[in-house]
């Protein structure tokens, strides 16, 4: 099994920064990508970024350029830098981690919301 517990969701004006922190712990030594999804009220859960552990990232368009994931290996620990924040940002954020098999693991999700 793995656990993930993210962190760092908050309130923040339109134009303002916040960034996500993901510490995964369990069996890791299967997980080959990890990254964020979002879910906004009413709409489907979607993709925000994703990153292998060879280090290559894709992110959906309308995060593209004001985005940015990364990870610590030796933390266990992927982030998700959000700039230029916009209200349509506004969704629970979830870290998501993947295994061989596969196995796809959530965290529990947080809160981001951008508004004035």
């Known amino acids: 099994q793995v656990q993930l517990v993210e962190s760092g969701g908050g309130l923040v004006q339109p134009g303002g920064s916040l960034r996500l922190s993901c510490v995964a712990s369990?069996?890791?030594?299967?997980?080959?990508?990890m990254g964020w999804y979002r879910q906004a009220p009413g709409k489907e859960r979607e993709m925000v970024a994703r990153?292998?552990?060879?280090?290559?990232?894709d992110y959906v368009d309308s995060v593209k350029g004001r985005f940015t994931i990364s990870r610590d290996s030796a933390k266990n620990t992927v982030f998700l830098q959000m700039n230029n924040l916009k209200p349509e940002d506004t969704a629970v954020y979830y870290c998501?981690?993947?295994?061989?098999?596969?196995?796809?693991?959530w965290g529990q999700g947080t809160q981001v919301t951008v508004s004035s």
């Open positions: 998501w981690h993947i295994a061989y098999g596969p196995e796809n693991y």
């Open positions: 369990g069996r890791l030594f299967n997980i080959w990508k």
């Open positions: 990153i292998s552990v060879g280090g290559s990232a």
